[in-house]
C-alpha cells in the first residue's frame, strides 16, 4: 500500500467533493451547513489528496457523507480502503450504528461491507438516494 490515512480540515475536502460528486454544480453545492461538526479523514498517495471522507458522530451513531475518490484514481481500491478505515473507528467507538445517504446505483458497493438498504429514499439533484445502515 503506497497511501496512508490522514486527518484533513473541511476546506481540504471541497475540491474533491465537487469534482467528483457534483461538477456541474456551484461549488457551495458540495458545503455541508454542520461541516465543522465532522471529522474529515482523506487517501493521502505520493503527497496528493485523492480520497476524502467525512463521519458525523450523534447520539451514538455515525453518519458518513460526502465519500469521493478523484476520478483518475477510482477503481484502486483506494476507497474500499477509506470506507473500512472509518467503520472500523466507528465500531471501536462503540457506536450502534453507521449510515449514509448513499446513491441507488451505488448501492451494490455499500453492500460489500454490510451496509443494508432500508426503506428511506429521496432524489435531489435528479438523482435518487437510499438511505444505507449497519448495525454494530
Request: neutral net charge; charged residues 25%; glycine residues 6%.
Amino acid at each position: 500500500m503506497d497511501y496512508s490515512l490522514i486527518n484533513i480540515t473541511t476546506e481540504q475536502t471541497i475540491p474533491i467533493r465537487h469534482q467528483a460528486m457534483w461538477p456541474d454544480k456551484p461549488v457551495d453545492f458540495v458545503r455541508i451547513p454542520n461541516d465543522n461538526e465532522g471529522q474529515h479523514f482523506g487517501i493521502e498517495m505520493n503527497n496528493e489528496l485523492v480520497a476524502i471522507i467525512s463521519l458525523f458522530v450523534k447520539n451514538g451513531e455515525a453518519q458518513f457523507r460526502k465519500f469521493a475518490t478523484v476520478k483518475k484514481h477510482q477503481g484502486k481500491g483506494i476507497g474500499s480502503y477509506l470506507l473500512n478505515e472509518i467503520i472500523e473507528r466507528a465500531q471501536h467507538k462503540n457506536l450502534q450504528r453507521i449510515w449514509c445517504n448513499a446513491r441507488v446505483d451505488k448501492a451494490d458497493f455499500y453492500h460489500r461491507f454490510g451496509l443494508e438498504t432500508t426503506t428511506q429514499t429521496y432524489t435531489k439533484g435528479g438523482i435518487d438516494f437510499v438511505v444505507m445502515e449497519r448495525w454494530f
